[in-house]
């Protein structure tokens, strides 16, 4: 799986685990946090859960705008990663005020680092290179390994400890990123882009060709916002149906391992089976891939939808109808989400890079503020509604990006035009 691709991939491959387990500690128990210690009503605790994941992804487009023009991507990492260990230590101060100032510490940090790491993994490949997609599926393998046992860690350090404990590991796991990007910088501060016959390639792109790549992201970023809305409820509404809804007695954040976990578990599968399509030509292109992950969330929510009509909306299921919706939507979510990263990188032109990635976790943004807008409505409609209300936008979805779907493709095949430059290979530094 790891053949082909450049050593930088597992220096940011452990980078952004250890950075997601610290995020996702904190967020595996962010909402019962509010719920259970804090005691907020469960509207004004999702309305609070849905502002803080929108701003922490609408951050980003600063972060990555900064990234280009100042700071350069390694600074910007480091930036981050110190803001947001800073903030986890801030939520283990038993304070409300302090809780929320620790929030923003958090989500502006994450502005420094999540756009750049995913830019420098994109800008080590270089560009028109078929395994592109194939390390952006592996790094976000890596992102769900954190987050697998994220929610286990966070549910024994609360659980036998006390809330504190388990928002300071979220800060030791992002110290120990922050050491691993340090001690092996020298892997990705370096940018090597060669072509077969090993000249660099500068792209040259015109005002045409780059207004249409923007227009096409654009596009994409717009509708993906509906997929985040439904996939960011695993955090909300699927640990309060986990903990309410099924006939199980392990603590509901638990459950939060369960997407991670199959994200691990068909991540090789993937990779080697659009491997196999590849080899025959038949591979889909980026945004069909994208297309067909809205296509699978649909399906999973779906799956919710027909739990709640049997039993979920008045009483308790089996826990496996909450398993088999998480193993869907991460299907979906791998056709998705490690793919919009790839078409970020590869769409965008060189010299806004990680401003555009910033619009692809902009995207992100809104949704995650429209699921816990959606997630507001958890008590006031039948659960089996509620899923069914995120089938139907899941399907929108996909129907409007089929509808767009050649213009992307157009702009992703689009040759831009190149000027050859004598030296081989081209390799751009960045101090740190």
Known sequence: MWKNHPKGLLVLFFTEMWERFGYYTMLAILALYMDEHFALPKNISANIYGAFVAFVYFTPLFGGGMADKWLGYGKSIIIGSVLMAVGYVGLAIDNFPMFCVALGVVS?????????????????YGDNNPNKDAGY?????????GAFFSPIAAAYLRNNFGWGYAFGAAGAGMMISLFIFLAFKKYVLVVVNTKANKTAD???????????RIVSLVIIYAIVILFWMAFHQNGLTLTFWARDCTNT??????????????VVFFTPILVWFWGKLRLRGKEPTTP???????????????????????GGDTGRVSVLWLVTAYAVVTLGELCLSPMGLSLANKLAPPRMRGLMMGGWFLSTSIGNYLSGFV???????PHSKFFGILTVTSLIAVALMYMVMNKVNRSLNAQPEAEEIETSPAVVTEEV
């Open 137 to 145: 599926n592996i790094f976000y393998m890596g992102i769900n390994i």
């Open 108 to 124: 502006l940090g994450n502005g420094f680092f999540k756009p750049n790491i995913s830019t420098m993994l994109g800008n080590l």
């Open 288 to 310: 069909g891939k994208i297309a067909l992950g809205m296509l699978l969330t649909a399906i999973a929510f779906s799956v919710m939808m027909i739990a709640g009509f049997v």
């Open 202 to 212: 500068v792209l040259k792109l015109s005002p045409k060709q780059e207004k249409g």
């Open 375 to 381: 997630g507001s409505y958890w008590e006031r409609i």
């Open 249 to 262: 007695s392990l603590s509901p954040e638990l459950f939060q391992s369960v997407n991670p976990f199959f």
